[in-house]
Structure formats: C-alpha cells, structure tokens
C-alpha cells in the first residue's frame, strides 16, 4: 500500500512537471511566432486599417491585394513589377550554387577522409579557415575575380561566389560524417579493382543521404538569406529576392504601405520556411548520424 501510494505521488508530480515543461514551450513558442503572426495579419489589412489599428488588431475582413502588388506591381527602386522577377533570379543563384557546392564538398570530403594523402591534414585545416573567414573580407577581391573572369553583375557571378565560400562548410560536413566510414570498405572495394569514382559512386553516395540533406539544407538557406553578396556583386537584371526586399521597403510614393511590405517579405522568406518545415527532421537525423562528428 505504501509503494502504491508513493507511485501515486511521483506520478502526479511527473504529471505537474511535464504540465509545466508544454507551459513553458507554448510561452516561448508564442513570443518566438509573434513576429510573423505580426507580419501576416498586417500583410491581409488594407492600408487603412495598418494606420488607424493597432499591431494585434484582426482585419475586419481579408484583403489580398498587398499580396498581388507584392508580388508584380510593387515598386522597388524606378521599376514596379514586384519582387517576382528578383524571386526567380534567387532561385536561378541557388538551384546551382547548391548542387555544385554539395558536390564539391562530397568529393573534398571523400578525399580527407577516406583517400589521406601527404599533407590532407594541412588542407583540411587551410580550407576549414574559410569557414571563420568574414563576409566582409572578400569582397574586394573577389569583386576583382569576378572581373577578371568576366561574370560581374550577373547570376552566373553569384553562384561563383557562394560556391566559393560554402566550399568550406560543404566539405566539412562531409568529411566529418565520412570519418565514421571504415576506411576498410575502401581498402576491400580497391583490392576488387574498383577506382576512386566507382568507389565514390557505388558505395560511399548511397551512404550519405543524411549528410546531403543537411548540406543542402544549409547551404539553401545560407544563399537564399544572403544580402551582402547580392547587393554588393549583382546588376540590374541579377538581383536575388533580399536586395529587391530591401529596395522595395526602402521605395515609397505617397503614403508607406506596410501591408505590402510585410507580405512581400513573407513571400521571400516562404521557400525557407518550407524546407524547414518539410525537411527540418531530416536534418536532425543528418547531424545525430555523423555530422558533427570528428
């Protein structure tokens, strides 16, 4: 009877605990979702309401038009077809850049790890430097590069540079998840007259889909997020979808329209939050299967 009543209690204070734990993450919860909330309930007011209501306030009812404008009639500088064309141009720098980057990083990876030669260490650490580099840092010389290879001011610049920079943290990603590889399934797969490739190919590849996933993850949402290559190494036509944000805010003729502004940065930041939301528990299984390790 006494045990019975002591697991009685430990389970109703257990009950309390994990009552006060969901209390705790909705709170926070809350507070962390405030700001789009925010966002979407101005993006659906019309531009009367944004000045005569409060942040909180419902619209009286939902009004689509900021979404419209946002997307092709918004202003954003002297031009005002919305952030459409700037949304494409975005998905035209990172459709690339992160295919070649997961790539390059595989491969790097691969080698590190699974194929050390004289001096693979040294690399490793020269290359790792290039995560800790400062945005800032480049761009001069990069601006330089670009120039010399005649790709300035265009899509096919940016995807350059992003290429060039997640580099580093592509081939980190992957050496430190190919590290867990027994180096003698290389060994074996060498002795049965398989090259590096083939190797790389037929076996290491089918082994890395949790690592893939999260590079690609990452280095999505570190290009599509980018504002300062964008605005400091694109033209006209080459935009990606943050600068043409930023010139839309900054643009106004007559009266500032919030509306328009919250939802065109809503549109910009949808495709990140898609990945997330679809793709965000793959990415944990990335990282607990061997990303961080090394």
Known sequence: MKNNAIARKTSGVEKVLRLALYAVLLIMAFFYLMPLVIMLITSLKDAEEVR?????????YLHFDSWTKAWSGACTGSTCTGISPYFINSFKIVIPAVAISTLLGAING???S?????????????????CFIPFQVVLLPMAQTLGWLGIASSTTGLVFVHVVYGVAFTTLFFRNFYQSIPGEL???????????????????????????????IWQFTQIWNDFLFGVAFSGFDSQPVTVALNNLVNTSFGGKEYNV???????AALPTIIV?????KYFVRGLTAGAVKG
């Open 52 to 60: 005569n209501g409060t942040l909180l306030s419902l619209p009286s």
């Open 110 to 112: 691969y080698v590190i």
């Open 186 to 216: 290389v060994k074996a797969a060498r002795l049965d007259g398989a090259g590096f490739f083939t190797i790389f190919y037929r076996i290491i590849l089918p082994v890395s889909t949790p690592i893939i996933v999260v590079t690609v």
């Open 114 to 130: 699974l194929w050390k030669f004289r001096g693979s260490d040294l690399f490793f650490a020269a290359l790792l430097l290039g």
């Open 276 to 280: 997330y939301v679809f793709a965000g």
């Open 261 to 267: 502004d919250m939802a065109a940065a809503i549109i």
